[in-house]
């Protein structure tokens, strides 16, 4: 019938919108996760794209790092290279101007002798301290050459590396200022020392510089008062310190004491030639310790130098 006709189409038209909205429904879920996978694939590879890139930045900056680098290694390498080859031409330079020097002062010193023999008698008192003063002066310079030589030499000597008992090496210095203390009052205070590494012949040059100067700038205590010890310990190295109750120093001036003929004293109050400290700067950065002073005006001064302890010493 018709009404039964118009039924069936009306269920038709029905369902084939109904399959019209399934198919498109279906193509935009399609379509979603077609999109939502293309971001995905995206983001994975610009990720990984910034990483690699950002690996790449790294290994061309520790490249160019190791390049700067090996370049400051080459600078530092040939600038030591220059400063050691100097230093060799330098020592070598003063050993033989002071070894040459020694022959004119050796013929100033033996003609004004000869002057003064040859004219006993007849000379007046200003010619007569002329002549004196000639000959202290040709003296006082061949000490500063042998200073300047024994120096000069200690830069070049191998190093005879040993158990030193720092004990024995003060009391053999001491004994080296029998002259210099005689008839003086002087308080000594000499705690216990430890064995050390090192060479035994420059380590007593060391501290017979040091307690020389002690009593040296304690001419006019009553008493003096000198001090050795060890005062503890630095980087490993045991540290060694000589006091005095001396002229002392300007702590303002403290970088020039370790200078070649550098004095911070008149000559007129105390004698020398400005190289024994040096010396033991020399040799206590060839056992590759350090020294340095502390000090005031009127009331004293200290020097302290680090050793490496010897084996046994160790604690």
């Known amino acids: 019938t018709a009404s039964t006709i118009e039924e069936r189409t009306e269920t038709l038209r029905r369902e084939t919108g109904n399959n019209r909205a399934a198919t498109l429904a279906g193509s935009g879920l399609s379509i979603a996760l077609l999109v939502g996978v293309f971001a995905l694939l995206w983001r994975e590879n610009t990720r990984r794209a910034a990483a690699e890139a950002a690996a790449r930045a790294r290994e061309l900056e520790a490249q160019a790092s190791r390049r700067e680098i090996a370049q400051v290694n080459e600078r530092l390498e040939a600038a030591a290279a220059n400063l050691e080859r100097a230093n060799r031409e330098l020592e070598a330079f003063s050993y033989s101007v002071s070894h040459d020097l020694r022959a004119p ?19 007046a008192d200003k010619p007569r301290r002329y002549l004196q003063t000639i000959k202290a002066a040709s003296e006082e310079m061949a000490q500063l050459i042998d200073d300047l030589l024994a120096f000069s030499r200690m830069g070049r000597a191998a190093l005879s590396v040993e158990s030193v008992r720092l004990d024995d090496l003060v009391r053999q210095a001491i004994r080296g200022l029998e002259m210099a203390i005689a008839g003086r009052a002087i308080e000594w205070q000499i705690a216990p020392l430890p064995a050390v590494k090192g060479d035994a012949a420059l380590l007593r040059q060391v501290l017979a510089n040091l307690l020389g100067n002690a009593v040296k700038y304690t001419r006019g205590r009553a008493p003096a008062r000198i001090e050795i010890g060890a005062t503890g310990e630095e980087a490993g190295r045991v540290v060694v310190g000589v006091r005095d109750n001396g002229a002392g120093f300007d702590m303002k001036y403290a970088p020039k004491l370790f200078g ?56």
Do not use: K, S
């Open 105 to 123: 002062l050796r013929h100033i010193h033996g003609y004004v002798e000869m002057l003064t023999t040859a004219l006993a008698g007849q000379l």
């Open 260 to 315: 070649v003929f550098q004095r911070l004293h008149r000559a007129e109050d105390f004698e020398g030639t400005g190289i024994g400290l040096a010396t033991v700067q020399r040799i206590v950065t060839r056992h590759g310790g350090r020294v340095w002073a502390e000090g005031r005006v009127g009331e004293g001064a200290a020097f302290f130098f680090t050793l490496e302890r010897a084996a046994e010493a160790t604690p």
